[in-house]
T-cell receptor
Framework: EAGVTQSPTHLIKTRGQQATLRCSPISGHTSVYWYQQALGLGLQFLLWYDEGEERNRGNFPPRFSGRQFPNYSSELNVNALELEDSALYLC???????????FGQGTRLTVV | AQSVAQPEDQVNVAEGNPLTVKCTYSVSGNPYLFWYVQYPNRGLQFLLKYITGDNLVKGSYGFEAEFNKSQTSFHLKKPSALVSDSALYFCAVRDRAGGYNKLIFGAGTRLAVHP
């Protein structure tokens, strides 16, 4: 069974540009979570999608947005990129709202 | 609001010795608790979870964790540490109250096992 897949693996953007990160959950999982992990730091919760709807949002500015598609895959969009947006962005999926989440390998976003 | 605390930034252990990585939590209802491990430049790997039942939970790679409701703790343990256990460990919690709830992570504890 395929795990959570994220693309691209690495992404380099310049300040002010937009970045789109993609996530495919494990087959059958309806919940998708996005986290930001800055270098050497913990995971900061960004967004939670379940059954196609945004269920919860972390303390991030509106230029961080996303969506979940009918097949439960998800996109994270970051507009007007800033240098401090450079981080590892992790996507996770879970089968149930109270189950364990399984993580992808992440997208390393570098803003220069 | 739900929260997780990992009071130690780093834990140093000699190979073969027992290890403990501490975690305390705060939720409004009953918790679902999880431990994850992260190796360099990788995503998180699920180790174990507590939902209900026996307070001692066994997980992957010989790890176990003990749920203590009175102390609101969920410490990760292993009887004999390996050098390959060196990694970043995260505790996480879901609050059952309210239905829809996100998974909240602690800040992480770096485990260094020395030969």
């Amino acid at each position: 069974e395929a795990g959570v897949t994220q693309s691209p693996t690495h992404l380099i953007k310049t300040r002010g540009q937009q970045a789109t990160l993609r996530c495919s959950p494990i087959s059958g999982h309806t919940s998708v979570y996005w986290y930001q992990q800055a270098l050497g730091l913990g995971l900061q919760f960004l967004l939670w999608y379940d059954e196609g709807e945004e269920r919860n949002r972390g303390n991030f500015p509106p230029r961080f947005s996303g969506r979940q598609f009918p097949n439960y895959s998800s996109e994270l969009n970051v507009n007007a990129l800033e240098l401090e947006d450079s981080a590892l962005y992790l996507c996770a999926s879970s089968l149930a709202r109270d189950g364990e989440a399984f993580f992808g390998q992440g997208t390393r976003l570098t803003v220069v | 609001a739900q929260s997780v605390a990992q009071p130690e930034d780093q834990v140093n252990v000699a190979e073969g010795n027992p290890l403990t990585v501490k975690c305390t939590y705060s939720v409004s209802g009953n918790p679902y608790l999880f431990w994850y491990v992260q190796y360099p430049n990788r995503g998180l790997q699920f180790l174990l979870k507590y939902i209900t039942g026996d307070n001692l939970v066994k997980g992957s790679y010989g790890f176990e964790a003990e749920f203590n409701k009175s102390q609101t703790s969920f410490h990760l343990k292993k009887p004999s540490a390996l050098v390959s256990d060196s990694a970043l460990y995260f505790c996480a919690v879901r609050d059952r109250a309210g239905g829809y709830n996100k998974l909240i992570f602690g800040a992480g504890t770096r485990l260094a096992v020395h030969p």
